[in-house]
């Protein structure tokens, strides 16, 4: 079991938003001020979406975002696209330096 | 535009070794550290191991530590992973991917299968 916890899946119609937590159990609290979240297709490489919490790299839409409080992190895709039907990390640094992904999350657009 | 191209998976029999090259462009290569992370088929992402710009400290996942070594060439843009004493649970897709500021991985190759089996 992942020291980070994502739901198995999510899923919402085109237009609406929808939000993909990530709970650090006690063993990853530690280091979960610096998180970052990929995105995957099927048979593509992740891509960084989100990273230190709530920046977005250049080119990254603005209907990603990312908040964090306490040990839980959460990233919200607003006016969802056929095209975000994707499955999407969240990661977490910690000291060691070691670095822990969530099981991820299949987003599904109905 | 940033490009890693991983090369060097295939099929292994356990106990065997191999290793995995990583090559680089689009970026300067000997000012960023890189990792290797792993994905097993149809499984989530694991991360294996990082080493620094200038190849002076490396780290490793539990998973792999004692049996995997990363390094890397500033003077050909490569980075590398002996992979030894491989067990049928690594079989997995390897990304070389580049670091950001050790808080993120900003950028990644296409993978390349190793497919550990007797």
């Known amino acids: 079991q992942s020291a980070l916890t994502q739901p198995a899946s999510v899923s919402g119609s085109p237009g609406q938003s929808i939000t993909i937590s990530c709970t650090a159990s006690?063993?990853?609290?530690?280091?979960?001020?610096?998180v970052s979240w990929y995105q995957q297709h099927p048979g593509e490489a992740p891509k960084l979406l989100i990273y230190?919490?709530?920046k977005r790299p250049s080119g990254i839409s603005n209907r990603f975002s990312s908040s964090k409080s306490d040990n839980t992190a959460s990233l919200t895709i607003s006016g969802l696209r056929p095209e975000d039907e994707a499955d999407y990390y969240c990661?977490?640094?910690?000291?060691?330096?070691?670095?822990?992904f969530g099981g991820g999350t299949k987003l599904t657009v109905l | 535009q940033v490009r890693l191209v991983e090369s060097g998976g295939g099929v292994v029999q356990p106990g065997r070794s191999l290793r995995l090259s990583c090559s680089a462009s689009?970026?300067?290569?000997?000012?960023?550290?890189l990792h290797w992370v792993r994905q097993a088929p149809g499984k989530g992402l694991e991360w294996v191991a990082i080493?620094?710009?200038?190849?002076?400290?490396?780290f490793y996942a539990d998973s792999v530590k004692g049996r995997f070594t990363i390094s890397r060439d500033n003077s050909k843009n490569t980075l590398f992973l002996q992979m030894n004493s491989l067990r049928t649970e690594d079989t997995a897709v390897y990304y070389c991917?580049?670091?950001?500021?050790?808080?993120?991985?900003?950028?990644w190759g296409q993978g390349t299968l190793v497919t550990v089996s007797s």
């Open positions: 991917v580049k670091d950001e500021q050790m808080i993120a991985f900003d950028y």
């Open positions: 689009g970026f300067s290569f000997t000012t960023y550290g």
């Open positions: 080493i620094s710009f200038d190849g002076s400290s490396d």
């Open positions: 006690s063993s990853a609290v530690g280091g979960f001020q610096y």
């Open positions: 230190d919490v709530t």
């Open positions: 990661c977490s640094y910690k000291s060691g330096p070691t670095w822990l």
